[in-house]
């Protein structure tokens, strides 16, 4: 299974990017996919879920900003972020579940919000 981040970026406060996660090697639409964040010396921190039923969860601190979203067709989750904070600021990664089958990553994208 193979996860390609794309879409981040440095950006202002309170403006937006949208992360996209092509998934190959897989079918897709058996996947739970998810959104995660890591800090520099910190463990990865849960961002957004969307399971394969299309349910959706998020973490405390984005909710309200961020969407996460998923196109089956074209096997990409996305994860549009708005209203930026400098916390906000970490390496992105995107995740596929599926059971005890697959637990995959990406390469991870560097987001970073200046103020």
């Known amino acids: 299974v193979r996860l390609v981040e794309s879409g981040g970026g440095f950006v202002q406060v309170g403006e937006s990017l949208k992360l996209s996660c092509v998934v190959s090697?897989?079918?897709?639409?058996?996947?739970?996919m998810g959104w995660y964040r890591q800090y520099p010396g910190k463990p990865r921190e849960m961002v957004a879920l969307?399971?394969?039923?299309?349910?959706?969860n998020y973490a405390d601190s984005v909710k309200g900003r961020f969407t996460i979203s998923r196109v089956n067709a074209k096997a990409t989750v996305y994860l549009q972020m708005n209203s930026l904070q400098p916390e906000d600021t970490a390496v992105y990664y995107c995740?596929?579940?599926?059971?005890?089958?697959?637990?995959?990553w990406g390469q991870g994208t560097q987001v970073t919000v200046s103020s």
């Open positions: 090697g897989t079918t897709f639409n058996q996947l739970n």
């Open positions: 995740n596929a579940q599926r059971g005890t089958i697959i637990n995959s």
């Open positions: 969307v399971s394969k039923y299309h349910n959706s």
